[in-house]
């Protein structure tokens, strides 16, 4: 067979997220994040389970690098706990919690892995979310701040910058269905999250510029599964479609690479669109230097007139991650050429991509082949993107660690190193030892 070879300089990686590997949410003086009070809120999470201890990644980081650094990573994404930073959210800073975020940073940098930063992973503070949080318009100033003053205490070591993760999670899991913080129900209220999160978006692009970082970056990592129509008839296409445009990267990018939300979506949902939306959209056209691609799954699109945007999703019989998504890694290739053929990004990173296993442990090792077969499948189509012309530099497995999985508490385990959440030991799984032997050869 013949070997696939990568590019020399793609940055191979692992991903991470504050609230769900720190832990000590409220240490050394750190504000309340939605977060916080939704695991606390009872009924919210599985089990009840809360991030109060997560990984214990605040205390023990120092362990998880030289974890990655073993691994070969060159590359960590980590994200930035916002109510560290601003307990309130704005106003008063708490240095503490930036000498958390600045020794991380020098650390990361002494073992040569690159730091890639993402500035919000949904853990808003608390303090905020009192004001309105995402559905109130000040909110894009209150976060170009935060994002303006981290560019300025880290941009000198930190050069690739993420503003938003999973944007349309934040505004339609937690506050559509509410089943993510700050749980909320409400479909105007999440479509002006989506809207304020693209304005705060490009006000911290903006400030980015003009910060003027040597060789800095800053992009958005977006969510997305492959929906394919269930039959070739137009209702189905048109279903399809339309799941593409709301769930996957069209909502976010249309607006910032084109000035507008898409064609199809804006006709379904224009009444739930904050009135005179249109007035903010050149300014949200704002040039950036990368998107951020996370996948996991696929799903077959059916149109079903009861459902909110005309489609529902029917089995097709792939087999499942512990999640219960399909594993689907064609979608992946579908979604990496189809960002590069509608947008045309100066460059892609896959910001994360990775599965959840039932992992046990047997003699001080875990054996996740399936995760491994998951990988391999995934990196086989991201070389294929490559080739037929997607700009893909980089590639973060999620997750680096197994953690707290939001409403899943720690019942689903993503990691490729294993945590035991008794003890906080770590035990490097198969996948992380194949993973580690791949980044050394950089070829299939």
């Not at 980015?208 to 008839?233: R, W, Y």
């Not at 959840?356 to 047997?362: I, P, Y």
Request: aromatic share 14%.
């Amino acid at each position: 067979m013949l070997k696939k070879v990568f590019p020399k300089d793609f940055i191979w990686g692992a991903a991470t997220a504050s609230y769900q590997i720190e832990g000590s949410p409220l240490a050394d003086g750190a504000g309340t994040s939605i977060w916080h009070r939704f695991s606390h809120t009872s009924g919210n999470i599985l089990n009840g389970d809360t991030g109060d201890i997560a990984d214990d990644h605040y205390n023990r980081y120092k362990e998880d690098i030289s974890i990655m650094k073993h691994l070969g990573l060159k590359a960590y994404r980590f994200s930035i706990s916002w109510p560290r930073i601003f307990p309130y959210g704005k106003g008063k800073i708490n240095e503490k919690g930036l000498d958390f975020y600045n020794r991380l940073v020098d650390v990361l940098l002494d073992a040569e892995i690159i730091p890639f930063v993402t500035l919000y992973h949904w853990d808003l503070p608390a303090a905020l979310q009192d004001l309105g949080g995402w559905m109130n318009r000040d909110i894009a100033c209150w976060y170009a701040d935060y994002a303006d003053y981290m560019f300025q205490r880290l941009g000198d070591r930190v050069k690739n910058w993420i503003t938003l993760n999973e944007p349309w999670v934040m505004a339609f899991i937690g506050h559509f269905t509410g089943e993510h913080a700050p749980g909320m129900k409400d479909i105007y209220g999440a479509f002006s999250v989506v809207h304020n999160q693209l304005r705060a978006h490009s006000k911290a692009v903006k400030s980015f510029k003009e910060e003027n970082i040597k060789n800095g970056k800053i992009g958005i990592t977006l969510s997305n599964s492959s929906h394919d129509p269930a039959t070739d008839s137009e209702e189905d296409k048109r279903a399809a479609q339309l799941a593409h445009e709301w769930t996957n990267y069209p909502l976010f990018l249309n607006p910032i690479f084109k000035g507008d939300y898409p064609t199809l979506l804006k006709e379904k949902v224009y009444e739930y669109l904050p009135n005179n939306y249109q007035k903010d959209m050149q300014d949200i056209k704002e040039e950036i230097d990368f998107v951020g691609i996370n996948y996991y799954s696929g799903d077959l699109i059916k149109a079903d007139s009861n459902s909110f945007l005309g489609g529902k999703n029917v089995e097709r019989g792939l087999p499942k991650t512990e999640m219960g998504w399909e594993i689907y890694p064609e979608g992946f290739y579908k979604i990496l050429k189809g960002v590069q053929d509608e947008y045309n990004p100066k460059e892609v990173y896959v910001t994360e991509n990775g599965a959840a296993f039932n992992d046990k442990v047997e003699e001080e090792q875990v054996h996740d082949e399936s995760r491994i077969e998951y990988l391999k499948k995934h990196f086989e189509k991201a070389h294929k993107a490559i080739e037929d012309g997607v700009k893909l530099k980089g590639y973060f497995v999620w997750s680096l660690l197994d953690n707290f999985e939001w409403a899943w508490g720690y019942s689903k385990r993503f990691g490729i190193v294993y945590v035991d959440y008794k003890t906080q030991k770590r035990i490097i799984k198969d996948s992380g030892k194949w993973y580690s032997n791949f980044i050394k050869n950089n070829e299939l």
